[in-house]
């Protein structure tokens, strides 16, 4: 019928179009080689028929170019630099060279503009060979003098001109940029001479003494104090010398008869750790009998304050505290006080002043350590022990009387001593209920609890083995093919324990007999697998004793036991022979048909085409010497056989049955072949001359033969000669041949005929050689 025509695929562009008639194609708009070179169209020719039938055809259309693309230049203009030593750059900077590119039609120039690169071949020129000028003397620093210029016709950073002072000048400096020249700052270094513009100064404005007077016995009575007043003076050696002034008074008194003298020889003080800085902590007093300058009293600490926490009023003699005191550092301090009176040779006394430290309720309880990890087991009776918390208190007496108490915690089972610290057990403990406890404690003083510190006590329940594990199931069915390889897990048994931890983990063994069943199984997961070969024809029902334990050895009543019975499933197992070898005998002279041995094989498999076989050759034996009878198992000769040639044949018999995929069972069967008497013998000597005239019993030659035959078939040989013929004429011995085949051979002399025969026995073979006679020359 009539075909439509169509572009099935292909049209890149839509540049084809085909007639749907007639089938020509052309050409739908203007083909660009630079764009596309090939085109692949797959042409369909569709019948009209319903349903309508398509056959495809491809068609490659190759684009051909042709000249219509002018050359273009990667770039319009071009641009270049070259190095100015090449061209003298100072006169032009550029050059344009008009370039021109030419195809076998078309014609395209552009213009390529080459830059001068310029190098530094130019020294900068002053302006002027040199400045002369007029400048003031007290002009300020820093005022412009004047500005020198040059040029340098090198462009860029090759022109770029800079100044400096070549003979470097204190006075002047150069802008570097701009060249202008200012009056420089410059360093003077002044050396300070001495002058005497500083009189001598006195330590003091001025300066009192007592003197005392004493004219002896006069000494005891009262004198009126006479007091003079010197004015000093004291003058350096300068130019000009300079002088200070001051004035001495000194004050004529009695003698310093008296010792001052403290009313204890020990004083003693009490004050709390927490007393303020500043306070007085007493106020010691010593008295002089002297009068006047000589009773005057100075009072010092000499010893026992090097930390510096106490302070003496040196007049008053008031004692106050410097820096705060510390009970826990140090209970008691000892001072060495003196006491100096003012006399001209001044005497002094001492008093030990002992202060005594009082504690006050400032550290709270502190635990060490702040955390604690005890252990107790289960089941233990209410009262047991967990666990001993120390809390201690710098302070001490009634400031350290601390008491303990249970701040929180995630269970009323624990108490704590509140005065040992000491946590016990009160109630029953149940590892499967609950592992861990967490408690926080509080020490705090009494009765001052806003003084504590807390600690956190962990306590870890040790679980005991109270219950013994138990399967959920009190037998397991499970089947597996026979076929199934090592490894593939044939289910799952699984046993509970109550106990929690490791007291509550199960272990799973196969014990007894059950271990040689060809099953192992994981002691983790109780999952059991396949470690050994199965074969259901020879035990199809195996039941294994499997145990469910705890941790450690066995201790009676502590395990569980479950029977699992696995059903092994019927697999295509291959034949199997009643012997892996046979090894058998033939006569090498058996006839073709004859028998050599019969094979046997079995196939215990439950399903019927399993179970059916037929007997092979194997195919890697193609010799055709053997054949077998697929169904009787008998083996045969198929072609004659030949010890000499093959002495041992090895043919692997199979045993294939009619399973989906078959299995193949083999076994060798060894051919021996047997020697019969198959073999004539060979001399290895078949020619021998003699002289004729020689006498009778002149030995000719020695005969050897050999047989490839086996003993008995071997020899010993018989040598005979079974006749002879010696004709001088040719046709006599063409028209009388001799016996047994004689051959006509030409020998010097004459025509000879050579006759050979031999005959054989049932347990030799003789051949009779003619030796020919040699004439006498």
Not at 57 to 63: C, F, G, M, P, Y
Not at 188 to 210: A, E, K, M, Q, R
Not at 388 to 393: F, I, V
Request: hydrophobic share 35%; charged share 20%; net charge negative.
């Amino acid at each position: 019928g009539p075909l439509s025509y169509y572009i099935a695929s292909g049209n890149l562009d839509n540049a084809f179009h085909i007639d749907q008639l007639s089938g020509e194609l052309s050409i739908r708009h203007q083909l660009d080689y630079e764009h596309i070179q090939k085109y692949v169209l797959w042409i369909e020719a569709r019948d009209q028929g319903f349903p309508p039938y398509s056959s495809y055809e491809k068609l490659e259309i190759t684009v051909l170019d042709v000249n219509d693309n002018h050359p273009v230049f990667e770039k319009d203009p071009f641009h270049a630099e070259i190095l100015e030593n090449l061209s003298p750059q100072e006169d032009t900077n550029h050059y344009i060279v008009k370039v021109a590119a030419h195809d076998s039609g078309w014609t395209v120039s552009t213009d390529v503009t080459v830059f001068i690169t310029d190098i530094n071949d130019n020294a900068p020129r002053f302006s002027r060979p040199s400045y002369y000028l007029d400048y003031p003397e007290l002009t300020e620093i820093g005022s412009l003098v004047t500005q020198v210029s040059a040029a340098d016709p090198d462009e860029g950073f090759n022109g770029k001109i800079f100044y400096f002072i070549r003979s470097q000048s204190e006075f002047f400096r150069i802008n570097s940029s701009t060249g202008e020249l200012f009056v420089n700052e410059t360093t003077v270094i002044v050396n300070i001479v001495d002058s005497n513009d500083n009189p001598p100064v006195f330590d003091l404005p001025g300066y009192f003494t007592p003197v005392t007077r004493n004219f002896g016995l006069n000494s005891e009575i009262d004198y009126a104090i006479t007091v003079f007043v010197i004015d000093v003076a004291a003058s350096d050696k300068g130019n000009p010398p300079l002088s200070a002034k001051t004035t001495v008074r000194i004050a004529v008194t009695d003698e310093n008869h008296h010792t001052p003298e403290f009313s204890q020889s020990q004083i003693s003080a009490t004050v709390p750790e927490s007393l303020a800085v500043g306070s007085v902590i007493r106020s010691l007093s010593a008295r002089d009998k002297d009068k006047e300058m000589n009773g005057v009293i100075t009072y010092n600490i000499t010893s026992g304050n090097e930390n510096g926490l106490f302070v003496l009023n040196g007049k008053t003699g008031s004692l106050t505290l410097a820096q705060p005191l510390d009970f826990e550092v140090k209970q008691q301090h000892e001072l060495r006080v003196s006491a100096t009176d003012g006399g001209w040779i001044a005497k002094t006394s001492y008093v030990t002043v002992a202060v005594h430290v009082t504690d006050v309720n400032d550290n709270p309880p502190i635990f060490n350590p702040d955390e604690y990890f005890p252990t107790v087991q289960e089941n233990v009776p209410s009262g047991t022990t967990v666990v001993k918390l120390n809390a201690t208190d710098r302070d001490s007496g009634a400031n350290a009387v601390m008491a303990y108490v249970i701040q929180s915690s995630d269970s009323d089972l624990f108490v704590i001593d509140p005065n040992s610290g000491t946590i016990t057990t009160q109630g029953f403990l149940d590892y499967e209920a609950k592992q861990v406890y967490h408690l926080t404690v509080k020490a705090f003083n009494v009765p001052d609890e806003e003084r504590c510190s807390f600690a956190n006590v962990n306590i870890q329940l040790k679980g005991a083995n109270e219950y013994v594990p138990r399967f959920v199931s009190k037998q397991y069915y499970f089947e597996i093919s026979e076929a199934a390889p090592k490894g593939t897990v044939v289910g799952e048994v699984f046993a509970s324990d109550r106990d929690q931890g490791d007291d509550g983990v199960v272990y799973y063994l196969i014990f007894g007999k059950s271990r040689k069943k060809g099953f192992g199984i994981n002691k983790m997961t109780g999952q059991i697998y396949v470690i050994g070969t199965l074969d259901r024809e020879k035990e199809e029902k195996i039941s294994l004793k499997v145990l469910a334990k705890n941790a450690g050895s066995i201790r009676g009543a502590d395990i569980d036991e479950v029977f699992v019975n696995i059903t092994i499933l019927d697999a295509n197992d291959p034949p199997v022979f009643t012997q892996e070898l046979y090894d058998v005998q033939v006569s090498e002279g058996l006839s073709p048909g004859g028998l050599v041995t019969f094979v046997s094989a079995e196939d215990s498999d439950s399903v019927p085409s399993w179970s059916r076989f037929s007997y092979s050759i194997a195919p890697d034996f193609d010799q055709n010497i053997f054949t077998i009878n697929p169904k009787t198992g008998q083996v045969s000769v198929a072609a004659e056989l030949d010890r000499e040639k093959t002495p041992v044949y090895n043919l692997t018999i199979l045993a294939v049955d009619t399973g989906t995929p078959p299995a193949t069972g083999s076994a060798t069967v060894i051919v021996n072949l047997e020697d019969i008497n198959d073999n004539g013998p060979t001399l290895s000597t078949v020619y021998a001359e003699v002289m004729e005239n020689q006498r009778a019993g002149t030995a000719v030659t020695t005969l050897s033969a050999s047989d490839p035959d086996l003993p008995p078939n071997q020899g010993p040989f018989l040598y005979s000669f079974t006749g002879m013929a010696c004709e001088r004429d040719i046709n006599e011995c063409l028209s009388n041949p001799c016996k047994n085949g004689a051959l006509c051979q030409n020998f010097p002399g004459g025509f000879n005929c050579l006759c050979k025969s031999g005959f054989a026995g049932t347990t030799h073979r003789a051949v009779t050689v003619y030796v020919w006679p040699h004439s006498h020359s």
